[in-house]
């Protein structure tokens, strides 16, 4: 074996190496996030395989090139290239070797499959270009040109060079440009949505501190005031008629167990305690187990979401429930929650009378704009009639759950 | 008695524990974590333990699992778990054992001291105490099902203090009747609902919750 076939050889065995390393990483971290699922064959779509597979004629015009214009040619005579063995089955061998390579390129990777087959057109084009125009005189005084420049005049060279340069422009814009203007304006939609969710976010969390604000001071603020007044008038009382002092006190306890459950709901209302305690697992089933509608639960939820995402999630799984409740006439619930791909995902069924509408309501509404700044979605199904079917979707990561569970 | 008190903030640790020995307790450990509560509840083995639902290091439910995890390691050891909210999934979580001897109520219920120290006594005395919060959450439920609505007016107040956990003669005091008359809707309500009578007040209330907990 010559040392250029070894070289052949050694570069098409490289090229194969590191398809094969990139494909087993990328099945193996499929694998880690989505289990056996990952084994089952993805198809590329078959707008990316057109692009992708003008590689394997770009290669095989390269690979004509390469033998007639005896591109690394060491002896003169034109049997040692890159791609020769010294005889016609070794040529092949490794013809096919490369265009094999080339072809599970293509299928593993067609988008830059496709990138390389823009390239490689406009090199050879340049390539011929280059030819024409640098040697036209010595064209049949040099063997070394090859077959095509005995055979082609200077026009058709040009002809040959324009055509691959307008098939590497045309290719160029179909696939690099296109790509890259595809994901500039899909950067542009997204910093639009998250303007836009992130303008919603902020109004609705101003709105919910002047509702907090408000509460506070109408509810339990002034109940303590009023303990504070009457605890004072108390105190005045004591020696001169202890009855109504004892009358007054037992008003403060009162008004105390009063302003404590005020305060109850608030908190509530702004971060449930059980959802702190438990995460959205066990509160999703301690909101199935208030809920005045039988209401089965199906929670495959390995870990935790991230704190805001949760709490978001929680609301909207609330809402659905008391609309389904108070609206629907539903006499069953059921709610599944899952996290799968990266995606958690709640659904929420029940067997009402349906006709719920998202836009005329402002809860659910309001519920989508909170999910909307994680790039959660709602979705809601209710034809008149029923049954309600509500969606919840947003993409997220779980952190592990504590391991003190008892 | 001997009582454990397991409660993370000061102020109403200190309080607790004046109330309680004002009411002739006599509390052998006040703790403010939850390993030194389950310390506490396997070597002292009290008559009954007062633990708070949130505790140190996570401030979430570490003082309901360390009750828990207490009462399986000394089976119907007596806890009564006090908590700023409840949730009827923690109730379950205690009723799970079916053991009794256990009670869950808001904190705010220390303020009637009277009622407060007769939960510790019952919950001691192998009881069940359910706060009336956590009862009517039940209820809600419940009250569109067909065995439930055959109950009378009267029956339904009945059953509500049962399952809170009291006892014939609290439930006559509280609603102005004879102890006899209550015994009679008990009666009554265990037809209704296709439960096997009882005389014992413990179990009675263990299948009314379980009843109610369906």
Known sequence: ???????????????????????????????????????????????DIRWGAALLPVTIGFLVLAGTYGITNVDGTGSGNLFSAKS????????????????????????????????????????????????????????????????????????????????GFFLTRRTIVADVRARRSGLTAQVERLARTRADAVDSAAAELRRLERDLHDGAQARLVALGINLRTAEKLIEVSPTAAAALVADCRNTATLALSELRDLVRGIYPPVLADRGLGDAIRALALDCPVLTLTDIQLPGRPPAPVESAVYFAVAEALSNAAKHAEAKTILIRATHERGMLRVQIDDDGVGGADPASGTGLAGMEQRLGAFDGILAVSSPAGGPTIVVIEVPCALSSLKTSTS | MRVVLAEDLYLLRSGLERLLEAHGFNVIAAVDNAADLLTALVDEKPDVAIVDVRLPPTFTDEG????????????????????????????RELLADQAGAVGYLLKDRVFNDDQFTDAIRAVAGGGTVMDPEVIAKLMTRRQRDEPVTRLSARE???????????????????????????????????????????????????????????
């Open chain 1, 1 to 47: 074996m010559s040392g250029m076939a070894f070289l052949g050889l050694l570069v098409v065995f490289t090229i194969f190496v590191l398809v094969a390393q990139r494909v087993v990483l990328r099945l193996w971290r499929r694998m880690r996030e989505q289990g056996a699922g990952a084994l089952a064959i993805r198809l590329h779509r078959p707008r």
């Open chain 1, 88 to 167: 016609i089955p070794g040529d092949l061998f490794y013809t096919l070797l490369v265009l094999a390579a080339v072809t599970l390129y293509t299928l593993v990777q067609p988008r830059r499959a496709g990138y390389l087959a823009a390239a490689g057109l406009a090199g050879i084009g340049a390539w011929v270009l280059f030819q024409a125009l640098v040697f036209p005189h010595y064209a049949y005084d040099y063997e070394w040109y090859g077959w095509l420049r005995d055979q082609l005049y200077f026009p058709e060279l040009v002809l040959v060079a324009a055509a691959c340069l307008t098939g």
């Open chain 2, 64 to 91: 309901l699992r360390a009750a828990i995890e207490g009462r399986r390691q000394v089976p119907g050891l007596p806890v009564l778990v006090l908590s700023q909210y409840v949730e009827q999934l923690y109730a």
């Open chain 2, 156 to 214: 339904r107040e009945v059953l509500d203090l049962m399952a809170e956990g009291r006892s014939n003669s609290a439930i006559a005091q509280r609603l102005f009747i004879s102890e006899k008359a209550v015994g009679k809707h008990s009666t009554s309500i265990f037809a209704k609902l296709n439960l096997a009578p009882s005389e014992d007040d413990n179990r009675r209330v263990l299948a009314v919750l379980a009843y109610l907990n369906q």
